[in-house]
Every structure is written in C-alpha cells, then in structure tokens.
C-alpha cells in the first residue's frame, strides 16, 4: 500500500528543536515535491515548506523562514524537516505530502496522518 508515514514529533521546549521524518512505503519519492503542513487547533492548514522532487528547490512560509530548513534523501525514500529555535505558536499537528507536481506542493497527492509537534515550558 502507498503509505506516508510522520515522525520526530513531541513536546519540545521554546528555543529547542526537532527534526521531524516523511518516509514512504509502497512507492519512492523520487518524483515528487514534498512540501510540510501544520494545523494548529482552531486554525486551518498552512504550508511550512516545499522541496523539489530533485532537492533543487525550496520554500518556506515567512513565518518559519531561517528557522526550519527542509531537505531529502531520496535513497532513504526520506524527507525531513529541521526545526530550530522553536516557539509556542510552531504547535500544531505536521504533515507531510508527496506532490503529483515535481516542483510544486500543492496538495495534490499522497498525504500522512500526521505527527503533533507541542512547543511548551
């Protein structure tokens, strides 16, 4: 089966960080953007961040700009998600989406179900 399975998520202290894990089973990323969403409660879905199905290019949303940086090992079927200086307002539940679009994260495609990401004292 296609699976997108999340990891590395917890509670975390502010200015800590995380390194969270999108592996996929079933099928390879190899063509595929990956881009990172969150939901916090209350709130709707966001974009993080997006990376090229060649590691080639990214974004960011503003918010998490110079403080997350996303990456790929496409021979571990990975992507990852490099959380630094974390703050309060980063809590949320982190998905991770493999994109039909190889240079684009649109949500079109295989999602994960998710990992929660607390950011508390």
């Known amino acids: 089966q296609l699976q997108l399975v999340e990891s590395g998520g917890g509670l975390v202290q502010p200015g800590g960080s995380l390194r969270l894990s999108c592996a996929a089973s079933?099928?390879?990323?190899?063509?595929?953007?990956i881009g990172w969403f969150r939901q916090a409660p209350g709130k709707e879905r966001e974009g993080v961040s997006c990376?090229?199905?060649?590691?080639?290019?990214?974004n960011y949303a503003d918010s998490v700009k110079g403080r997350f940086t996303i990456s790929r090992d496409n021979a571990k079927n990975t992507v990852y998600l490099q959380m630094n200086s974390l703050k309060p307002e980063d809590t949320a539940v982190y998905y991770c989406?493999?994109?039909?679009?190889?240079?684009?994260?649109?949500?079109?495609?295989?999602w994960g179900q998710g990992t929660q990401v607390t950011v508390s004292s």
């Open positions: 989406a493999a994109d039909f679009l190889r240079s684009s994260c649109t949500g079109d495609g295989y």
């Open positions: 079933g099928f390879t990323l190899d063509y595929y953007a």
């Open positions: 990376i090229s199905s060649s590691g080639g290019s990214t």
